[in-house]
């Protein structure tokens, strides 16, 4: 089992940043590829970013390349998405996942979610 724990969403104003953090426990972090999807409200929940085992791989969704970045620290378990020149259309639940192998921008190949932060962009 890993746990998965969210934080650092809240409301910014439109062209603002935020850091979301995504604290791991459980099993070894490594193991884990990890993705950052996103819920807006009526809408389905959607790939923002993913990164490998070992962080040397990064994927973007189209909405947000160039302007969001993952990373990850494997000694202190921890993955981040570091949010820049946010809009309002960027409101929504983020859920930081796992996997274990390879990362996918399916949802539907992640085991592990936290509960989600919520991000607000005020136009």
């Known amino acids: 089992q890993v746990q998965l724990v969210e934080s650092g969403g809240g409301l910014v104003q439109a062209g603002g940043s935020l850091r979301l953090s995504c604290a791991a426990s459980?099993?070894?972090?490594?193991?884990?590829?990890m993705g950052w999807f996103r819920q807006a409200p009526g809408k389905e929940r959607d790939v923002v970013a993913t990164?490998?085992?070992?962080?040397?791989?990064?994927y973007y969704s189209d909405s947000v390349k160039g302007r969001f970045t993952i990373s990850r620290d494997n000694a202190k378990n921890m993955v981040y998405l570091q949010m820049s020149s946010l809009k309002p259309e960027d409101t929504a639940v983020y859920y930081c996942?796992?996997?274990?192998?390879?990362?996918?921008?399916?949802?539907?190949?992640?085991?592990?979610w936290g509960q989600g932060t919520q991000v607000t962009v005020s136009s």
């Open positions: 990164v490998s085992r070992s962080g040397s791989s990064t």
């Open positions: 996942a796992a996997r274990s192998g390879l990362p996918y921008t399916n949802l539907r190949m992640y085991d592990y």
């Open positions: 459980g099993r070894t972090f490594s193991d884990f590829a």
